[in-house]
Antibody, heavy 117, light 110 residues
Framework: EVQLLESGGGLVQPGRSLRLSCAAS????????MSWVRQAPGKGLEWVSH????????YYVDSVKGRFTISRDNSKNTLYLRMNSLRAEDTAVYYC??????????WGQGTMVSVSS | QSVLTQPPSVSAAPGQKVTISCSGS????????VSWYQQFPGTGPKLLIY???ERPSGIPDRFSGSKSGTSATLGITGLQTGDEADYYC???????????FGGGTKLTVL
């Protein structure tokens, strides 16, 4: 069974950093593009970033460029999102998603990030 | 303001059919595949439709997708109370070099 398990969320002050992890199992992790998608409380889905299979090609939504870094360790079947200079507007549930073709085939259960002083 | 436009809510009676629209532009829907996602409160989204009209295994044929020009539509027939959820469309925007989602549509089965 394909599973994605996010961790690393929590309450953090504005301007601080946080690293999210997503542990993958049940599929050949290194063969799939992976993404982060977030959802602010009571709001819709917002794509954040994705990374190709080898990790050398990444994309970001404009609002996080220069602050967030996506990475992956295929030997550990794990996806990461390093978030620096966090802002209140980054408060959201962050989902890890496995991409297949032009769709997000599988999603995790999410990890909550709250940015507040 | 989302790049893709969906109605905030739709409703219909059990057993009836409902459609949810998703309007975009030539740089997103007009050029790329559309996918649809179902989300229940407190849970991660679930893929319902990919490549405009394909269903993943396990998704009943009550769910269908279509695309025409810069718009896409999700159809749900034989509505059940268990279909009450939020539905999102999504696609790649070639001009933004970013994935974009609609604002979501809340389905109520009366």
């Amino acid at each position: 069974e394909v599973q994605l398990l996010e961790s690393g969320g929590g309450l953090v002050q504005p301007g601080r950093s946080l690293r999210l992890s997503c542990a993958a199992s049940g599929f050949t992790f290194g063969s799939y593009t992976m993404s982060w998608v977030r959802q602010a409380p009571g709001k819709g889905l917002e794509w954040v970033s994705h990374i190709n299979t080898s990790g050398d090609n990444t994309y970001y939504v404009d609002s996080v460029k220069g602050r967030f870094t996506i990475s992956r360790d295929n030997s550990k079947n794990t996806l990461y999102l390093r978030m620096n200079s966090l802002r209140a507007e980054d408060t959201a549930v962050y989902y890890c998603a496995k991409k297949k073709g032009d769709a997000f085939e599988t999603w995790g259960q999410g990890t909550m990030v709250s940015v507040s002083s | 303001q989302s790049v893709l436009t969906q109605p905030p809510s739709v409703s219909a009676a059990p057993g009836q059919k409902v459609t949810i629209s998703c309007s975009g532009s030539s740089s997103n829907i007009g050029k790329n595949y559309v996918s649809w996602y179902q989300q229940f409160p407190g849970t991660g989204p679930k893929l319902l439709i990919y490549e405009n009209n394909e269903r993943p295994s396990g998704i009943p044929d009550r769910f269908s997708g279509s695309k025409s020009g810069t718009s896409a539509t999700l159809g749900i027939t034989g509505l059940q109370t268990g279909d009450e959820a939020d539905y999102y469309c999504g696609t790649w925007d070639s001009s933004l070099s970013a994935w974009v989602f609609g604002g979501g549509t809340k389905l109520t089965v009366l």
